[in-house]
Nanobody
Framework: QVQLVESGGGLVQAGGSLTLSCAASGINLRIVVMGWYRRTPGNQRELVARLTSGGSTNYADSVKGRFTISRDNAKSTVYLQMNSLKPEDTADYYC?????????WGQGTQVTVSS
């Protein structure tokens, strides 16, 4: 059974940084494409960062140059380093496979960026 548990969110001022973690169990991060998604109230989840099994990364234009996705295979954890945060980054953040698997969605972690 796959379980993805996000953590690391919080309240931060604009320009600040946060690192989100996604602890994964029941899934081999070495062979899947993983991503970080975010959702704001009234909107669908959007993919903001993607990491392939080979280590290639892709980012949404809105976060490119500010966010970095990475993983630690030994810890079975995927990270999202977020720098230069903006109020528009305020959202609930989730990790999942890419494309997403509906039954893998976790509770997410909330990020609030104050201006």
């Amino acid at each position: 059974q796959v379980q993805l548990v996000e953590s690391g969110g919080g309240l931060v001022q604009a320009g600040g940084s946060l690192t989100l973690s996604c602890a994964a169990s029941g899934i081999n991060l070495r062979i899947v494409v993983m991503g970080w998604y975010r959702r704001t109230p009234g909107n669908q989840r959007e993919l903001v960062a993607r990491l392939t099994s080979g280590g290639s990364t892709n980012y949404a234009d809105s976060v490119k140059g500010r966010f970095t996705i990475s993983r630690d295979n030994a810890k079975s954890t995927v990270y999202l380093q977020m720098n230069s945060l903006k109020p528009e980054d305020t959202a609930d953040y989730y990790c999942n496979t890419v494309p997403s698997t509906s039954r893998y969605w976790g509770q997410g972690t909330q990020v609030t960026v104050s201006s």
